[in-house]
C-alpha cells in the first residue's frame, strides 16, 4: 500500500493520503468501510463502560498485555 502521511508545520502527523484506487480495493474487500457512522449496539459500549470503570477503580488489579498472555498460556 502506498500511502502518504500528511504532517503538520511541527511536524506532528495530522492524515493519511489512500490512493483511490487502493481505496476502492479497501471497500470491496471491508464492506461498509466507507460509511461515516458505524453502529455499535448498547449492550456492547454498556460492557466498555462498565470494564473502563472496574479499571479506574480497581488498576491495581489490572495486568499489562505480556503478564495476561503469560497467564492464559499457563492454562493452556
Known amino acids: 500500500m502506498k500511502l502518504q502521511y500528511i504532517s503538520d508545520s511541527t511536524g506532528k502527523t495530522t492524515g493519511v493520503y ?3 484506487s487502493e481505496w476502492n ?3 470491496a474487500k471491508y464492506k461498509g468501510i466507507d460509511q461515516e457512522k458505524i453502529d ?3 449492550w456492547q459500549k454498556e460492557e466498555v463502560k462498565k470494564r473502563l470503570d472496574d479499571f479506574k477503580n480497581n ?3 489490572a495486568l499489562d498485555f505480556d503478564s495476561a498472555m503469560d497467564s492464559i498460556e499457563k492454562d493452556l
Do not use: G, S, T, V
Request: charged residues 35%; negative net charge.
Open 25 to 27: 480495493e479497501l471497500k
Open 40 to 42: 455499535i449496539p448498547d
Open 59 to 61: 488498576a491495581e488489579q
Open 18 to 20: 489512500i490512493p483511490i
